[in-house]
T-cell receptor
Framework: TQLLEQSPQFLSIQEGENLTVYCNSS?????LQWYRQEPGEGPVLLVT?????EVKKLKRLTFQFGDARKDSSLHITAAQPGDTGLYLC????????FGPGTSLSVIP | DSGVTQTPKHLITATGQRVTLRCSPRSGDLSVYWYQQSLDQGLQFLIQ???????AKGNILERFSAQQFPDLHSELNLSSLELGDSALYFCASSVDGGPGYGYTFGSGTRLTVV
């Protein structure tokens, strides 16, 4: 069974702090996506990473794909209240598997 | 607005009843996916359709069924509802049927079974 683990499960930080959340699996992904989901809404795609070691930046968000394509991280610099939400990673094998998510709360 | 339209947004029904959830994919997308999200199970894949044909099945119960119509909209039918079926149901779409580059999700239908 292919499983994705995400850590931490919950994170509460002050506005302006930096943070990193992680996505791990024992299996190799062909590609991986990160989504953000706000309460009562559907997940919104943030990024897709494909190549091992790849780094992508989206404003204050930096996404990294592990060299072995088994793990990924999302780093947020100077977090803002608008970053609050559930961050989901989704690993692609022959199908898409979603992780359980990291619930981020940024306090003003 | 993501371009994926789901109706209704909220649904309250009694145990044993049957409901139909509707999804219109983003314009140009051929593939539709249905997901169930609950607090204890996370986002669980139910079923995928591509251009009218069933492409993949996930953890979909026998009481649940789906179809994709010629105009590419899709319906998810849930029957003999149980309290445990209460959840958010999401539809997502993509251009092709592959998992490679991510999905566009609708805003979901919140189903409450009482």
């Amino acid at each position: 069974t292919q499983l994705l683990e995400q850590s931490p499960q919950f994170l509460s930080i002050q506005e302006g702090e930096n943070l990193t959340v992680y996505c791990n699996s024992s299996s190799v992904f062909s590609s991986l996506q990160w989504y953000r989901q706000e309460p009562g809404e559907g997940p919104v795609l943030l990024v897709t990473v494909v190549t091992g070691g790849e780094v992508k930046k989206l404003k204050r968000l930096t996404f990294q794909f592990g060299d072995a394509r088994k793990d990924s991280s999302l780093h947020i610099t100077a977090a803002q209240p608008g970053d609050t939400g559930l961050y989901l990673c989704a690993g692609n094998y022959d199908k898409v598997i979603f992780g359980p998510g990291t619930s981020l709360s940024v306090i003003p | 607005d993501s371009g994926v339209t789901q109706t209704p947004k909220h649904l309250i029904t009694a145990t044993g009843q049957r409901v139909t959830l509707r999804c219109s994919p983003r314009s140009g997308d051929l593939s539709v996916y249905w997901y169930q999200q609950s607090l204890d199970q996370g986002l669980q894949f139910l079923i995928q359709y591509y251009n009218g044909e069933e492409r993949a099945k996930g953890n979909i119960l026998e009481r649940f069924s789906a179809q994709q119509f010629p105009d590419l909209h899709s319906e998810l039918n849930l029957s003999s509802l149980e309290l445990g079926d209460s959840a958010l149901y999401f539809c997502a779409s993509s251009v092709d049927g592959g998992p490679g580059y991510g999905y566009t999700f609708g805003s979901g239908t919140r189903l409450t079974v009482v």
